[in-house]
């Protein structure tokens, strides 16, 4: 059965960072991308980073600079490293399996291309 669980997520001030994760169960990291994606009230929920399976790592222009993804294939699990935290950061933060009929550099970043979802972690950047 596969399952992807985050956590880490939390209040933190301005300009903090993070460390999220995302483990994985009943497939390989060797076999998949991973995706990162955020939804904040009222909003769509938006592309933030991935890492394909020879961990290439892929932005949203937004965190560039800011974030990074990796990824600890014997732990079976996907980081996202949130540093420099601005208050348009906050959202419930949600990772997922890419399908395997697509190709990260190409879908990473397209929703309805992800097979499976984890329950999302929430971040909150306030005072």
């Known amino acids: 059965q596969v399952q992807l669980v985050e956590s880490g997520g939390g209040l933190v001030q301005p300009g903090g960072s993070l460390r999220l994760s995302c483990v994985v169960s009943?497939?390989?990291?060797?076999?998949?991308?991973i995706g990162w994606f955020r939804q904040a009230p009222g909003k769509e929920r938006e592309e933030v980073a991935a890492?394909?399976?020879?961990?290439?790592?892929f932005y949203n222009d937004s965190v560039k600079g800011r974030f990074i993804v990796t990824k600890d294939v014997a732990q079976k699990t996907v980081y996202l490293q949130m540093n420099a935290l601005e208050f348009d950061d906050t959202a419930v933060y949600y990772c997922?399996?890419?399908?395997?009929?697509?190709?990260?550099?190409?879908?990473?970043?397209?929703?309805?291309?992800?097979?499976?979802w984890g329950q999302g972690t929430q971040v909150t950047v306030s005072l």
């Open positions: 997922g399996r890419l399908g395997h009929r697509y190709l990260a550099q190409t879908a990473w970043s397209r929703f309805d291309a992800y097979d499976d």
């Open positions: 009943g497939f390989t990291l060797n076999a998949r991308a």
């Open positions: 890492i394909n399976v020879l961990d290439v790592a």
